[in-house]
C-alpha cells in the first residue's frame, strides 16, 4: 500500500468477544486518503490472538501485526505498537472498544488538515455497559463540556486534570510529530512506565503545545468492561489506579506550573488516595508516610488510618468506612454502630486466638 496518511493504533490482549467488531469498526472507515491498522497483540491466551491474524491474512495491504514470542504488558505493547505507526497522523481503538461511524477518520483529519495549529481531535462517544447491555448515547453532550479551546493552556490543563473535560481514547485522532516531541522531551512521563495509566499525559502534554477541538458528534463506542486496568470491583486494584493517577496529575501541574492553589488541591488527592490504599492493603507504613506528611486528619481519615494499622481493626472499621465513603442510608439490620462492630471484633479476635493455640 501506498504510505498511509493514518496509522490506527489497536492494542489488545484477551479481547477474544471485541476484536472482531473493534478491526471491524477500522476496517469500515470510508476516507479519501489511505490508512493502515497497527495491532499490537500481546500473546492473549483465549481466542484474540487467532482472530487477529485471520484478519491480516483477510486484509494484507491494510492490517500490521506486532507481536512477540511473550506477554510484555500493555504500557510497552502500547509504545511498540504506537513506534510501529507510519502515518503523519496517529489515531486510536482499543482492542475492547470499536469506532461506530464509518466517516470518523474523515471527519477528523479534515480537520487537523485545515487547522494546523490542531494538534489532536478527539469527538463525542457511546458508552456501554457490557455487564447489562445498557447503552448511553452521545455520553458527553448533555455535560456541558464541548471542548479544550477555551483559556489559556494552563487554564485548559488545570480544567482537564480535575476531571472536567473528559478525553475518550478511542475517539482521539493526534499528530504524529508532536506525539514523537513530547516523548523525546519527558521520557520518564510518557515511557518509564511509572504511572499506571498511558494516555492522560498525552492528551495533558498536547492541551500545553497545541490546540486541542471536540467533535460534537458520537464517532466511537467505549464498552465499560466490569474489570479493567482503570475499573475494578478489588478496592486494592482501583486505588492503586487513583493513587497512580493522582501522582500524575502533581507531576504534571508541577512540571507545568499551575497556579498554588491546583498544586495543593493534588497535593491532597494523592494524600487521600494513599491514606485509602494503605486501608484497602492494611499499609500502616503507607498510612504513616501519609501522616507525617498531612498536618490535620478529618474523622473518616482517622478511621483509614487506624484500619491500615492491623487487620483487626481493619475488619472492624470497615462498615463505619463503607458508610461515610457512600453515605447510604442503612437500615437497623445494616446499622454500624459499637454494638455491632465490637461482636464481630471479639469474634475475629478469638478465631486468631484459637488458630494461634492450636498451632502451638
Not at 481503538?93 to 477528523?108: N, V
Not at 478469638?350 to 498451632?359: D, I, P, Q, V, Y
Request: proline share 3%; glycine share 4%.
Amino acid at each position: 500500500m501506498d504510505k498511509p496518511l493514518v496509522s490506527v493504533n489497536m492494542i489488545t490482549y484477551n479481547h477474544e468477544p471485541y476484536i472482531a467488531q473493534a478491526i471491524e469498526g477500522v476496517l469500515q472507515q470510508k476516507t479519501n486518503f489511505p490508512f493502515e491498522l497497527v495491532i499490537g497483540e500481546d500473546c492473549s491466551t483465549d481466542g484474540t490472538r487467532e482472530i487477529v491474524f485471520d484478519y491480516k491474512k483477510k486484509y494484507p495491504d491494510t492490517i500490521r501485526v506486532i507481536t512477540s514470542d511473550k506477554n510484555v504488558g500493555a504500557c510497552k505493547n502500547s509504545l511498540r505498537t504506537e513506534k510501529a505507526c507510519r502515518g503523519k497522523y496517529i489515531a486510536y481503538c482499543e482492542g475492547d472498544d470499536y469506532w461506530h461511524h464509518p466517516q470518523k477518520l474523515q471527519k477528523q483529519v479534515d480537520y487537523l488538515e485545515s487547522h494546523p495549529e490542531c494538534g489532536l481531535v478527539f469527538s463525542d462517544y457511546h458508552l456501554l455497559h457490557v455487564e447489562n447491555g445498557k447503552l448511553i448515547r452521545d455520553y458527553r453532550r448533555n455535560e456541558g463540556k464541548n471542548s479544550l479551546t477555551q483559556g489559556s493552556p494552563k487554564q485548559i490543563l488545570g480544567a482537564f486534570l480535575r476531571g472536567k473535560y473528559g478525553i475518550q481514547t478511542c475517539t482521539v485522532c493526534l499528530r504524529k510529530d508532536i506525539l514523537d516531541s513530547l516523548i523525546a522531551s519527558d521520557p520518564f512521563l510518557y515511557t518509564s512506565r511509572h504511572f499506571r495509566m498511558g494516555d492522560t499525559q498525552r492528551w495533558a502534554g498536547f492541551s500545553q503545545v497545541s490546540r486541542l477541538w471536540r467533535i460534537d458528534e458520537s464517532l466511537a463506542t467505549h464498552n465499560l468492561l466490569i474489570e479493567s486496568i482503570s475499573k475494578s470491583r478489588n478496592p486494592i486494584k482501583v486505588y492503586l489506579f487513583k493513587k497512580s493517577g493522582a501522582e500524575l496529575c502533581l507531576y504534571l501541574a508541577e512540571k507545568y506550573e499551575l497556579p498554588e492553589v491546583d498544586i495543593k488541591d493534588f497535593q491532597e488527592c494523592l494524600w487521600r488516595q494513599s491514606l485509602r490504599l494503605a486501608f484497602y492493603e492494611i499499609n500502616a507504613q503507607l498510612a504513616e508516610e501519609v501522616k507525617r506528611s498531612k498536618l490535620k486528619f478529618s474523622l473518616k481519615e482517622w478511621f483509614l488510618y487506624w484500619g491500615s494499622q492491623s487487620e483487626l481493626l481493619n475488619f472492624a472499621l470497615r462498615p463505619i468506612v463503607w458508610r461515610i465513603a457512600y453515605r447510604r442510608r442503612c437500615d437497623a439490620r445494616q446499622h454500624t454502630t459499637v454494638l455491632t462492630v465490637l461482636p464481630r471484633l471479639w469474634i475475629a479476635f478469638w478465631r486468631r486466638l484459637t488458630e494461634s493455640t492450636k498451632s502451638l
